[in-house]
């Protein structure tokens, strides 16, 4: 048996999975696998309920118990997304009075003490978004 990321033999049995497949972890790098991995190919239909999804603002938790996509697989498509799509905001507005809403979301990143902010102005009578704003507290 080798790791599939390290392909070093230091691997030892760590439970199953939801098939009966044992699942090993690699004791250098932590890596966890199955031994012989079946590919299940996701199709462009549940791909769509994903997106349709994501716009409810529905957690990736239940997202992946309704499609059954495990929630690794939907956070790195998500990560995806968001790295491939334009980071400038172009807005086209007409003349006259605007008015602007501030929102706020933060979450913690991998550990408690990385903790991220999204700051976004809202134009409140078009509802479009007029400017954002990533930061990083350091505690």
Avoid at 35 to 59: A, D, H, R
Wanted: a positive charge.
């Amino acid at each position: 048996m080798h790791c599939p990321k390290c392909n070093s033999q230091n691997v030892i049995k760590n439970g199953g999975i939801h098939n009966g497949k044992l699942k090993f972890m690699c004791n250098n790098c932590s890596r966890q696998f199955v031994e012989n991995p079946t590919k299940k190919i996701i199709s462009e239909e549940t791909w769509g309920l994903v997106e349709k999804l994501l716009l409810e603002k529905i957690p990736i938790a239940d997202i992946s118990r309704v499609t059954g996509i495990s929630e690794p697989w939907l956070q790195r498509y998500i990560n995806d997304k968001y790295e491939n799509i334009d980071q400038q905001i172009n807005v086209v507005r007409k003349k006259g009075r605007l008015t602007i809403q501030c929102d706020e979301m933060w979450s913690f990143v991998e550990m408690k003490s990385n903790k991220k902010w999204i700051w976004l102005a809202i134009d409140v009578g078009s509802k479009q978004i007029v400017g954002s704003m990533l930061a990083v507290v350091i505690v």
